[in-house]
């Protein structure tokens, strides 16, 4: 009953741009055969009739030697003569000023003095073969009629050869470009049609669904892979918003739990004085609980890259200096060695106070996981590849294996698991160096060795140049 208009998967063929473009060229290519038979039209049977009009005028100069004054009695003998010598060849009609005729081959009423082309009066023709004639009527001094005409049939038959000619080419143009436009337009709708689909199924919950590509690199292809990757990108941050709600809930459970046995315990307690350390206990977890949820929301943030539109050119040899002097006391401190080597005037494009989180974070993690009395390097250099910066030390590393698990939001290893910590440092600094173009690798400081340590490898993106704003 209800009426879908425009039915989905049958828009209007007509309306698609390639039967639209395909017109257009069809109606250019149509005006353009119309010029060319204008040219080839009025160009041959002008330059014709010219020819024939030539011989005919050439003809009177013959028969009238003295004109229009010439006698009629001495131009029916000139026709005679002529018609003696090349019969049929050329059309004489000679009458007197009554309308009878006084010479000639031709035998009907004389049309006006000028210029004609007259048609034969019946199927025979005016002579075997001659349909049409040329002709020029004069009028003497002495009121006879004369008239000489020549076979015009050639451009009766050319004048209808060329039109038939025209009409052919021009309607094969016109359906042939209707025809190859209308092929276009259902590849083109067909094209759009699985977009469409694509788009249903993937608004209908399928976030997983993509736009087939046809494998040829056309600009649809290059459309759908665009809009694909657009889709990977939405679909990465749509798992990643679940999981977050995810991690919250389920990472806030622990400290929760912790929380209300502190309290449940001071309640039970009859000592008023426990009452007050069970009440700063209380507010170090809720502390705590804050600020895992501050890291999480951080972390969703920056997957989002908004963070991007706020990004300016950083001198990094500067913040990592002051990051270097702000850390050195601390990690002398807790009796660790932290050297760093960086060379002046390294400069990328980056939010510096999430360049600065993501190295603080990098930096305790080694004070925190690389055991006692570590030795913690920072090296940057300018390399052809853009700005590397590694960070190493001598703890035991990270097994290649448990690399990926160390890199997964609140994922700890076990020698660190009693550590302060929720296992959200990695995955955070990884997120940040994401946001920056930057490889963010784990591998071992010093491969095979007792305690390999573990070195993060950063490498910024080269010259501002490459990036456009
Ligand atoms: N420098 C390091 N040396 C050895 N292990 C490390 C190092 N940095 C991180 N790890 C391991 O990776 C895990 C994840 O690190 P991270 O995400 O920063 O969480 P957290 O530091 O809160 O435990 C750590 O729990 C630890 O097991
Ligand atoms: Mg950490």
Redesign the pocket.
């Known amino acids: 009953m209800t009426r879908r208009w425009p039915a989905p998967g049958h828009p209007a063929i007509l309306r698609t741009s390639g039967v639209r473009l395909a017109a257009l060229g069809a109606a250019v290519a149509a005006m353009g055969a119309v010029i060319v038979f204008v040219v080839i039209y009025y160009g041959t049977l002008g330059s014709l009739r010219q020819t024939l009009d030539a011989s005919v005028t050439n003809e009177i100069g013959e028969i009238l030697p003295q004109g229009t004054a010439t006698p009629s009695a001495e131009a029916a003998g000139a026709i005679r003569a002529a018609l003696a010598e090349k019969p049929f060849r050329i059309f004489y009609a000679l009458a007197g000023p009554n309308g009878a005729a006084l010479a000639g081959n031709l035998r009907l009423p004389l049309p006006a003095p000028g210029w004609h082309t007259l048609d034969a009066p019946h199927a025979g023709g005016f002579a075997p073969g001659v349909t049409e004639l040329r002709v020029l009527v004069i009028r003497l001094r002495d009121g006879a009629s004369l008239l000489v005409g020549v076979d015009g049939t050639m451009i009766h038959r050319l004048n209808a050869l060329i039109r038939r000619s025209f009409l052919i080419g021009f309607g094969l143009t016109l359906s042939l470009g209707l025809v190859a436009g209308i092929g276009f337009g259902r590849k083109a709708l067909a094209r759009v049609n699985a977009v469409s689909l694509a788009s249903r199924e993937i608004m209908a919950g399928d976030l997983s669904r993509r736009i087939p590509l046809a494998g040829t690199g056309d600009e649809f292809d290059r459309l759908a892979e665009t809009v694909n990757a657009m889709l990977d990108r939405m679909q990465h941050l749509m798992e990643n918003l679940g999981a977050v709600g995810n991690d919250i809930a389920h990472d806030l459970r622990s400290p929760l739990a912790r929380l209300r046995e502190t309290l449940e315990l001071a309640q039970r307690d009859p000592d008023p004085a426990a009452a007050g350390d069970a009440i700063a206990e209380a507010i170090a977890q809720v502390d705590g609980a804050l600020a895992l949820c501050g890291a999480i929301l951080r972390l969703a943030q920056i997957e989002t890259g908004a963070r991007r539109a706020s990004f300016s050119d950083i001198d990094l040899s500067d913040l990592l200096d002051r990051l270097v002097e702000t850390y050195e006391t601390v990690a002398e401190e807790a009796g660790h060695n932290l050297v760093a080597h960086v060379p002046r005037s390294l400069s990328i494009r980056g939010d510096a106070q999430l360049l600065n989180q993501m190295f603080a ?1 990098l930096i305790e ?2 004070m ?3 055991g006692e009395a570590a030795r913690i390097a920072l090296v940057a250099v300018a390399a052809a590849a853009g700005v590397v910066v590694r960070l190493e ?1 001598d ?4 097994a290649p294996e448990q690399r990926g698990a ?1 890199l997964r939001r609140f ?3 076990d ?2 698991r009693h ?1 302060p ?7 955070l600094s990884a997120a940040i160096a994401e946001l920056h173009d930057a490889a963010f690798t784990l591998d071992a400081a010093a491969p095979g060795a007792d305690r390999p340590g ?1 070195a993060v490898t950063l490498v910024f993106p080269a010259g501002d140049a490459s990036r456009p704003g």
């Open positions: 974070n993690n080694a925190t996981h690389a030390d703890g035991p590393g990270i160390a994922g700890r290893l020698p660190a550590r910590g929720y296992g959200l440092g990695l995955p573990l």
